[in-house]
């Protein structure tokens, strides 16, 4: 059964979808000179994905799914290249199924994407890492060497059309330092995007194996963020907390790894929270944002022709 919800941000404010608003896609900072991708946008298609890197049939199948809708870029939730963040499986767990998207110069020769993305010299590819990427020794090194991506690589924000992206590196454990906590909530109140998601890989609120993580339970809302997309627990799932009327969090962890979880393992407080959970299917997120609103469907490799999931924020 498709579930269509809206929140709307301002109560005197109609849904209108996809207004005109004369915006640009902003330059992608990064540590690389390449082609700037400014270009009007009045509309930013993007896809999310999450726990996928096994190169399996299920992440083959995903993958398809997302190029399917030609979205302008992919970001992801973490655990790109399992099970231990190898750069002798990175290639076949990422770039096999994604180089469309990637631009990475900087990476080894033999691990260059050589898909649209490296021949517009753009990115369109923006993970964050998870625990299985953090395993490596040093941590994160294949990772680093293979993208290209802005600041530091493990945490960075960028701004495409009307969205600012916040990216984190939650580690093997699921937590931030103090240095990190306070560059997301300045950054989270001191932009001007007119929305704002943050995501990284272990979920402040689940229902999962792995349950809630509190170190994740941070003040999204308050510091504006609007979305908080993370992974790690093997399924899909959209969490409202109804002691905040934002952020909407959702877990996209069943785009490839095979071993999906259990709804409800550690079910949530339901005086608290409402959730809808899936935990029979592989799948991604789409997410369409213009001016007013942002839309985020859930689609599912056994129904690709429509959203089982819909959740629209409208300001």
Known sequence: MKIILYYIATAATAITLFSSCGCSKLPIDSPVAFSSPN???????FAVIGDYGTDSKAEADVAAMVKSWQPEFVITTGDNNYPVGSSGSIVKNIGKHYCDFIYNPDAP????CKGPAAEEKINRFFPCPGNHDNYSVP????YTDYFTLPGDERNYDFIWGTIHFFSLNTGVSGKLDERTIQWLQQKLKSGTARFKIVYFHHPPYSSGGHGSNEAM???FGEW????VLCGHDHFYERIL???SPKPVYFIIGNSGNENLYSCNSKPLDTTRFTYNCD??????VKVKAGKNSCTFEYYTTANPSAPADVWVIVK
């Open 109 to 112: 020769s033999d691990r260059q």
């Open 39 to 45: 270009r009007p946008a009045d509309t930013v298609v």
């Open 224 to 227: 504006g963020a609007d979305a």
């Open 241 to 243: 907390d109804k002691n």
């Open 279 to 284: 935990d029979k299917n592989y799948g991604a």
């Open 139 to 142: 941590a994160l090194r294949p």
């Open 217 to 219: 339970q941070l003040p």
